[in-house]
């Protein structure tokens, strides 16, 4: 069963607009959620997180959006650059130590020139 | 900050070979290391979490006697795949993690490849 889903394998977007990657759980335990960004034979790397008593964190071009009702979040990165091409991976735990990662299987993001 | 140095980046070897791969970080002490395997156009498979001085978790499914893991200190993690097989042929990652509410930091991973 999976617990955490990103159900697009793969999402392109045009230079300068918007990216919009979503990702759903089924788990109402989860309370932390986090960003992560991987380049092929990389590992991935932090990008933003949230926690449950929140519905909003922001940091420079990246949004993390969480909308505990719907078990839905979303990460929003205006403006896309050429080098936001990348896979990203969605993870949540129960807990704020997340000492125990559950993954989404990741969506490709494609920014065209 | 937060630099996970994870070596080696590349190993092919012959089939029936021992191969260990070092997780270190670089800039902070982790009380926690985690070993992950990915498969590929697959998400991070969760194979174990060590700490400190402490024996390995393993999750199910994962042998602990073919994947030895070793968290002798703060900045360093060992996982050895023993006798390892073509099956085994994997990218596997570290990922290392200080107390509280701090994220995991992730090495740059390791292909392996048996022939």
């Known amino acids: 069963d999976q617990q955490v889903k990103q159900n697009s394998p793969s999402l392109s977007v045009q230079e300068g607009r918007i990216s919009i990657l979503n990702c759903d759980y089924t788990?109402?335990?989860?309370?932390?959620f986090l960003w992560y960004k991987k380049y092929p034979a990389e590992g991935p790397t932090f990008l933003i997180s949230i926690s449950s008593i929140k519905d909003k964190n922001e940091d420079g071009r990246f949004t993390v959006f969480l909308n505990k009702s719907a078990k839905h979040l979303s990460l929003h990165i205006v403006p896309s650059q050429p080098g936001d091409s990348a896979v990203y991976f969605c993870a949540a735990s129960v807990g704020r130590s997340n000492y125990q990662l559950i993954w989404g299987a990741g969506t490709k993001l494609i920014i065209k020139p | 900050g937060a630099v996970v140095s994870q070596h080696p980046s590349w190993v092919i070897c012959k089939s029936g070979t021992s191969v260990k791969i070092e997780c270190r970080s670089l800039?902070?002490?982790?009380?926690?290391m985690f070993w992950y395997r990915q498969f590929p156009k697959k998400s991070l498979m969760l194979m174990a979490t060590s700490n400190e001085g402490s024996k390995a978790t393993y999750e199910q499914g994962v042998e602990k006697d073919k994947f030895l893991i070793n968290h002798a200190s703060l900045t360093l993690s060992t996982l050895t795949v023993t006798s390892a097989h073509p099956e085994d042929s994997s990218f596997y990652i570290c990922?290392?993690?200080?107390?509280?509410?701090?994220?995991?930091?992730f090495g740059d991973g390791t292909r392996l490849s048996i022939l």
């Open positions: 990922s290392a993690k200080q107390g509280g509410n701090q994220p995991q930091h």
């Open positions: 800039d902070f002490q982790a009380t926690t």
């Open positions: 788990n109402s335990m989860f309370d932390y």
